[in-house]
């Protein structure tokens, strides 16, 4: 059972534009949310993360919305840069007892010059 | 120094080696983990220690065997792997077990021939 859904696996965006990548969970016991951003032949790096008890966090040009009543997060890159093309990956914790990260299967984001 | 760092980047092994793979990292981070990560999948957690003490044991089958030396390094010991066990091992850190913001590792891409 998936409880962290990525349903794109791919966007493909304009240098400049926006892009929006979501997120959808399962787990109503979830209260801390990550991003990653993974390039070939790398490890996934620490990108932005947002607490539960908030719905908006910004850094930069990266921003992460959270709707809990709909168990879903989004991520909002402006602008888009061709250095942005990476794949994204969504990630939860319940905290308490049990700081398991879990994951989706990631975005592939190209961000075309 | 916000780097962990993972020897060797590639491994190609048969199936009666025994191998190691090496994971540092200098952040003071207090918490360890290695993850496996399949292509076009999120990385899943193997193990993760606390304190040079494992905590987490995912069901991981005997042929992996970690350890952790000292609070800078982890290692993954490899015996009598399986073909199927070919992927991207990814360490990562974090200043607790319980701080959910991991960094992480950029891998060991492993073949079992």
Redesign the interface.
Known sequence: DQQVKQNSPSLSVQEGRISILNCDYTNSMFDYFLWYKKYPAEGPTFLISISSIKDKNEDGRFTVFLNKSAKHLSLHIVPSQPGDSAVYFCAASSGGSNYKLTFGKGTLLTVNP | DTE?T?TPKHLVMGMTNKKSLKCEQHMGHRAMYWYKQKA????E?MF?YSYEKLS?NESVPSRFSPECPNSSLLNLHLHALQPEDSALY???SSQE???????????T?LTVT
């Open positions: 962990v993972q076009k999948k999120p990385p957690l993760v987490i990814l360490c990562a077990y319980g701080s959910y913001e991991q960094y992480f590792g950029p891998g891409r």
